[in-house]
C-alpha cells in the first residue's frame, strides 16, 4: 500500500504532498554530503593517513545517501488540510509539529516557483499571518494546482462587511 494510500485510509482529511515533491526533498538532503565529507576528510589528513581524498570521497557518499533519506522521510511525513476555518500543516513522526493558521489571521499570501520547482510542477505557499511571532508558514512541495487552489480559498474571507447588496 503507497504512503498517500496509508495515510487516506487513516485520516481522510489530511492531504500528502505529490510524489514529485519526494525527488525535490531528497535533492535537497544532499547537502549533508559536504559536511560528512569534510570530517572523515580532516581526520584523515590530521592523522597522515596516505589518500585522505578516498576517506573525504567515502564520507560524501555516506552523507549523501543520509540526506537523500532524510529528504524523503520530511516529504513522506508532511501533510496538509484544508477546511472551513483555516490551514493546518503537520510534519515529522517522532517529533510532530502541527501548525494552525485561522483564515481570520491571514494577512496575504505569496506563490514562489523556483527553477527546480516549475521543472517538477511544484510550488511554494507562503501565507503570511497578523501578528509577530512566526509570522509566516511556508510550504514547499505543493503541486502547482493544491497552491493555486490553497491560495484562492485562503484569501476568500468573510470579513463581515455589508457591500450594500
Known sequence: MSDAALLATHAPDWQALPVSARTLFMLGGLAWALPVALV??????????PSPWRY???????????GAWLGRKHWRHTHWRLDDDGF??????????ETRVPQSRVQHLDLKR???????GLSTLVIHTAGSRHSAVTVS?????????????LARQDDGVDDGD
Open 40 to 49: 572523515p576528510g580532516v581526520l584523515a589528513a590530521v592523522f597522515d593517513v
Open 56 to 66: 573525504a570521497i567515502c564520507g560524501a557518499l555516506l552523507g549523501a545517501a543520509f
Open 88 to 97: 493546518t500543516l503537520r510534519r515529522g513522526r517522532m517529533w510532530r509539529s
Open 114 to 120: 523556483g527553477p527546480l520547482e516549475r521543472r517538477y
Open 141 to 153: 512541495g505543493l503541486g502547482e494546482g493544491d497552491a493555486e487552489c490553497l491560495r484562492d480559498r
